[in-house]
Structures are given as C-alpha cells and as structure tokens.
C-alpha cells in the first residue's frame, strides 16, 4: 500500500508538471503494483493507459514494456489470443531499439503460450532464443532461468527428447 500511495504521488506530481514520460512510467508502475497484488483488471488499466501516454509521446521503451507487460496481464487472465498479440507486438518493438532485456520477457512469454497451446516445437523456439539472449546479457535472473527451463524440460518431455540441464549456463 505504502508503493501505491508513493506512485500515486508521483503521477499527481507529474500531472501538475505535464510531465508525460514521467506519469507514463508512473501509471506503469502503479499496474505492476496492482500485478503483484493479484488484482489484473486494475492493473490492466493502468498498463492501458500508460500505454496510450508512451505511444502518444513515441516512447518506444516505454511502449515495449507497456505491451509485455499487458501481454502477461493477459496471459493471466487466459486470454492466450490477447496476450500472444501483445507479446508479438513488444518482441518486435524491442528487437528494433535493441532492448534486449525485454526481449528476454516477450520472448518467454511466448514460448509459454506455444508450449500451453501444444506448439512444441515454437515453444522451444521462442525459449530457447529467450535463454541465448539471457546469457549473453548476462542476465542472472533465478526466477527467469527457473521458468525458461521449466519450460524447456516440460516441451522435450513432449517431444520425447533428452533435456540435459548442464546445457544451462548460469
């Protein structure tokens, strides 16, 4: 609550500044808290609107986050549809301005969509290139690497191949 009543002052301080980026990220922020919480349509929300900011000002960070973000909200909520299209829509803006952190995102969030809708060999696809970006940013995320391998496990298991978690490199 103590994050909520912070950002909430942020965004009030960023409106009476006409600060666009800045109510954009704080709006972003005020949907991740209400992720966490479990509460996605509000969250949703705030994602949404954050998104309208991030495209109306041509932040496209902001914008590849947003839509990653909206992507996994939607996820959530099982709407596979909603959520491979924005995740689809992220991955291709993050690709163009190089941000390969969110690369890492949009590309799991896909691979988990492949692999739910029994598209194994997208899933491991989409995984594996989340996992090659990982390393090679150097990016020591346990949680990440706990999915991606979940994942990869989980989709040799279908494909009736070897998984061999030593090729997992942390």
Same mark, same amino acid.
């Given at each position: ?36 919480? /479990? @509460?996605? !349509?509000? *969250?949703?929300?705030?994602?949404? =609107?954050? $998104?309208?900011?991030?495209? +109306? #000002? &041509?932040? %496209? ?56 809708? /029994? @598209?194994? !060999?997208? *899933?491991?696809?989409?995984?594996? =290139?989340? $996992?090659?970006?990982?390393? +090679? #940013? &150097?990016? %020591? ?30």
């Amino acid at each position: 609550d103590k994050a909520l009543d912070y950002y909430g002052r942020s965004l009030a301080i960023d409106e009476d500044l006409g600060d666009k980026h800045g109510m954009g990220m704080s709006l972003n922020n005020i949907g991740t808290v209400h992720n966490d919480k /479990g @509460d996605l !349509d509000t *969250a949703l929300d705030y994602n949404t =609107r954050s $998104l309208a900011i991030d495209e +109306e #000002i &041509g932040n %496209k960070y902001g914008i590849g986050e947003c839509l990653s973000m909206i992507g996994t909200l939607y996820l959530n909520k099982v709407d596979y549809d909603k959520g491979l299209d924005y995740l689809a829509r992220s991955l291709r803006i993050v690709e163009e301005i190089g941000d390969k952190f969110g690369m890492v995102y949009s590309l799991i969030g896909i691979g988990n969509v492949y692999y739910i809708r /029994g @598209d194994y !060999d997208k *899933a491991l696809d989409y995984s594996n =290139r989340s $996992l090659e970006i990982q390393e +090679e #940013i &150097g990016l %020591k995320d346990w949680s990440l690497m706990l999915q991606i391998t979940t994942i990869l496990y989980l989709t040799y298991e279908h494909l009736d191949k070897e998984y061999d978690e030593k090729e997992i490199h942390v």
